[in-house]
């Protein structure tokens, strides 16, 4: 890619192939920015669902804390997993696996401060768990993955068949009201700028056409019918209100929009063998 241009940002297809090229390697570069700017609010060891601030501590969405102590859980799109030392600590063994290379390495930065961090890391694609069947009771990811792959419902059929039976995922996605809205923090965000039922995914390409970044869209009737069609039963649908004590703006959410439309949408699923 020429440095000296800037990506174009596009509505286009993009195939599974295409995204995981290009979501790695945009994470691989843009990783070190990522943890400087929102490290502070995601903590070395904190599980948080969303920009809203929503805590596991107090959510208890994969569980009561107290019985997590023990459980093997997969950490989805992890990051630098912050989610999973905060899942260590309450005495379960993690396993955080992401795509990015560069990510893992911010992960291994924050262990060499966390004594006894025992978090395992795995650099693996989503949509090919390098795992057994049946090899872990929990499943978690906050906006790790699933916003970022054209076939989302591989991705929910291999969490399943990684879980024992009647395991439990939860993850997050970007609320897919927010397609409809322009990404942006202030009053210009709160106006309907496509339509909501356009599926085609976001894309930011180089000047020869080859993406360096994809999102993918799915309404909130899509995300149910894919959680089923991977074999989970729908437990819980979670539209996190913004609290008053968050005052930040993380890309398009802000104190503003998040009092008026939901930004984050967390889908607890069971698995149904």
Same mark, same amino acid.
């Given at each position: 890619?020429? %440095?000296?241009?800037?990506? #174009?940002?596009? &509505? &286009?297809?993009?195939?599974?192939t295409?995204s995981?090229?290009?979501? &790695?390697?945009?994470? =691989?570069?843009n ?5 400087t #700017? $929102?490290?502070?609010f /995601? ?9 809203? !601030?929503?805590? #596991?501590?107090?959510?208890?969405? +994969?569980?009561?804390?107290t ?11 992890a *990051?630098?997993a ?5 899942l260590?600590? %309450?005495?379960a063994l993690?396993?955080?696996?992401d ?5 893992? %390495? ?9 004594? !006894?961090?025992?978090?395992e ?10 795992? &057994?069947?049946?090899s872990f009771? /929990?499943?978690?990811?906050a906006?790790?993955? /699933? ?12 969490? @399943? @068949?990684v +879980?024992?039976?009647?395991?439990r ?11 409809a809205?322009?990404?942006?923090? *202030?009053p210009? *965000? /709160?106006s ?6 356009? @599926?085609?995914?976001?894309?930011e390409? =180089?000047?020869?056409g ?6 993918h $869209? ?7 019918? =894919?959680v ?5 039963? +729908? ?7 913004w609290?008053?004590?968050n005052? %930040? #703006?993380w890309?398009g959410?802000?104190p503003?929009? !998040? $009092?008026?439309?939901?930004?984050t ?5 069971q698995?149904?063998?």
């Open positions: 890619m020429n %440095q000296d241009h800037e990506p #174009e940002a596009t &509505r &286009r297809d993009a195939s599974d295409e995981s090229r290009a979501n &790695r390697g945009w994470w =691989d570069r990783a070190d920015e990522y943890q #700017e $929102h490290g502070a /995601l903590g070395d060891d904190r599980f948080v669902w969303g920009p809203e !601030g929503l805590d #596991e501590a107090d959510a208890a969405l +994969l569980g009561p804390v019985e997590l102590k023990g459980r093997r859980i997969l950490e989805i799109g *990051g630098a912050q989610c999973s030392r905060w260590a600590a %309450q005495g993690p396993v955080a696996l795509l990015s290379h560069r990510q893992l %390495q911010h992960a291994l930065r924050i262990a060499d401060g966390t004594p !006894g961090d025992a978090t890391l795995v650099e693996a694609d989503a949509g090919a768990l390098p795992f &057994r069947d049946g009771d /929990l499943a978690c990811s906006y790790g993955a /699933l916003p970022f792959v054209a076939d989302p419902v591989r991705v929910l059929r291999e969490v @399943r @068949r +879980l024992r039976p009647g395991g995922f939860v993850f997050s996605v970007t609320h897919p009201i927010r397609w809205f322009a990404d942006e923090p *202030g210009e *965000g /709160l309907v700028a496509a339509s909501y039922f356009d @599926r085609t995914p976001y894309v390409q =180089d000047d020869t080859r993406a360096v970044y994809v999102e $869209h799915r309404t909130l009737g899509d995300r149910v019918r =894919d089923v069609a991977a074999g989970f039963r +729908l437990v819980d649908l979670v539209e996190p209100e609290p008053d004590w005052t %930040q #703006e890309g959410w802000s503003l929009r !998040g $009092h008026l439309i939901p930004g949408a967390i889908f607890v699923c698995s149904e063998h």
